[in-house]
């Protein structure tokens, strides 16, 4: 995973950027040890990239592209989490 970390002008306050979905996600987070920082970025950006790799229209394999390519032919079983996700909430 590529990211980029920078310090800030604030004490003890890091900034971390990856680029995903198009878009990129900054996270400010606050903390003595930026190594320790740095491991909560990280977590952050592998969970946003598991939700790129279910819900991506533009990665071929992922759940939402499966549904996109069965439209009107097959159903298709997605996870729990990509169900979650496309329910409709009022």
Same mark, same amino acid.
């Given at each position: 995973?590529?990211?980029?970390?920078?310090?800030? %002008?604030?004490?003890?306050?890091?900034?971390?950027?990856?680029?995903?979905? %198009?878009?990129?996600?900054? !996270?400010?987070?606050?903390?003595?040890?930026?190594?320790?920082?740095?491991?909560? =970025?990280?977590? =952050?950006?592998?969970?946003?990239?598991?939700?790129? #790799?279910?819900? #991506?229209?533009?990665?071929? %394999? #992922?759940? !939402?592209?499966? !549904? %996109?390519?069965?439209?009107?032919?097959?159903?298709?079983?997605?996870?729990?989490?990509?169900?979650?996700?496309?329910?409709?909430?009022?």
């Amino acid at each position: 995973m590529i990211y980029t970390a920078k310090q800030t %002008n604030l004490p003890d306050t890091w900034t971390f950027s990856h680029s995903a979905m %198009n878009t990129r996600f900054d !996270i400010w987070l606050c903390h003595t040890d930026v190594g320790y920082a740095e491991q909560a =970025a990280f977590q =952050a950006f592998e969970g946003l990239l598991e939700l790129e #790799s279910q819900l #991506s229209r533009f990665i071929p %394999n #992922s759940e !939402i592209s499966r !549904i %996109n390519q069965s439209a009107g032919k097959e159903w298709i079983q997605v996870s729990p989490e990509t169900l979650k996700r496309l329910k409709h909430r009022p």
